[in-house]
């Protein structure tokens, strides 16, 4: 890979980011250790940048550094899963009930234009993915509260470090959607209370399927 042209006080987040899309796609295993001098080499960039991108990915999880070992992409446990899926069902499913009570018709419009997206992509399971995350950012996107919106963020991407991603197993896509239309539905009632028992029983189940 050629030089990375990028001015040098973004490097290291440019760095990251490619360093997280490898992560995500296995590239890189959970458990396996970060050869700093290849990806330097690959990257044609020094350390230093390296080093800050790894500083970046251990804060948000998905980089365990070890002393005097280097960094290793973070392995989860079934504890971590279950303790990542619990606080992103209480994060989620109050914004979703927020959403309930306050989004405006527009706004729960553009939720259902994403879940018909969502129906349309369910033989595609890349696009599914991309789709699924876009519905859900979005509901945190209008609950309007940054400090949960960039916790669900970070949560999320140690939730994409599971090996057995749920949604690969027989059937969760089909489960997956009818939990979506049940949630789109409780918003569109408007019912606060019956959304957030919908989105906690979502993330319930892909735990269940998870494990």
């Known amino acids: 890979m050629s030089a990375l042209s990028l001015a040098p006080r973004a490097l290291y987040q440019d760095v990251a980011e490619l360093l997280r899309q490898r992560i995500f796609r296995r590239e890189l295993e959970p458990g396996s250790w970060i050869d700093e001098l290849k990806i330097a080499e ?45 606080l992103l069902a209480l ?39 991309a789709i699924n995350e ?21 949560l999320r991407k140690v939730m994409k470090l599971n090996r057995h991603n749920s949604l690969f197993k027989t059937g969760r896509i089909e489960e997956s959607l009818a939990e979506h239309r049940a949630i789109v539905a409780a918003l ?10 919908r989105m906690r029983e979502h993330f319930d189940n892909g735990l269940e399927a998870a494990a």
């Open 134 to 154: 876009q519905f859900h950012m979005r509901v945190l996107e209008l609950a309007n509260n940054r400090w949960r919106e960039q916790m669900v963020a970070d």
């Open 188 to 197: 569109t009632q408007r019912d606060a209370a019956l959304t957030v028992q």
């Open 91 to 129: 994060l989620e499913s109050d914004a979703a009930g927020v959403v309930a009570e306050r989004a405006s018709d527009a706004e729960l419009a553009s939720l259902q234009a994403l879940h018909n997206e969502l129906e349309a992509a369910a033989g595609e399971r890349d696009h599914f993915f």
């Open 42 to 86: 690959e990257y044609g960039i020094s350390r230093t940048p390296l080093r800050e991108a790894l500083k970046v990915l251990a804060a948000e999880g998905l980089v365990t550094m070890k002393v005097r070992r280097g960094a290793y992409v973070t392995e989860v446990s079934e504890k971590d899963l279950a303790d990542v899926y619990h």
